[in-house]
């Protein structure tokens, strides 16, 4: 399972939030305080090895940055595969289409 993860939608993204996934805004502490999905945490795909402690290997993990041409999730999901993490999802659409769906955003800072 080395390297795998999957690329899901909104839809799928609601499903593991539902079974206790964790979701994870991959973009700078910036553009995260601004908006994100509502109770996303906020690790910037550059500290993911670092802050691999904090991220639970026992639950769905879901990463996602800004859009579909937003390559932060990508990176991020590819690092915590390569990390050993085996339950790792790509939201390809992100922010855009969690918004484009109408479902639900906060802001903090």
């Known amino acids: 399972m080395k390297g795998k993860f999957e690329e899901i939608d909104h839809r799928r993204v609601l499903e593991l939030?539902?079974?206790?996934?964790?979701?994870?805004d991959v973009r700078e502490q910036k553009s995260y305080a601004k908006e994100h999905i509502k109770?996303?945490?906020?690790?910037?795909?550059?500290?993911?090895?670092?802050?691999?402690?904090e991220i639970p290997a026992d639950k769905p993990v879901?990463?996602?940055?800004?859009s579909y041409s937003c390559t932060a999730?990508?990176?991020?999901a590819k690092k915590l595969s390569e990390l050993g993490?085996?339950?790792?999802y790509?939201?390809?659409?992100?922010?855009?289409?969690w918004k484009t769906a109408g479902l639900p955003t906060?802001?903090?800072g």
């Not at 993490?85 to 790792?88: G, L």
Request: proline fraction near 2%.
């Open 17 to 24: 939030l539902k079974q206790g996934g964790l979701i994870i």
């Open 39 to 53: 109770g996303a945490i906020n690790i910037p795909a550059s500290e993911i090895d670092k802050k691999i402690s």
């Open 62 to 66: 879901i990463v996602y940055c800004s």
């Open 73 to 76: 999730s990508l990176t991020a």
């Open 85 to 88: 993490r085996t339950n790792v």
């Open 90 to 97: 790509r939201f390809v659409g992100g922010l855009l289409e």
């Open 106 to 108: 906060e802001s903090s």
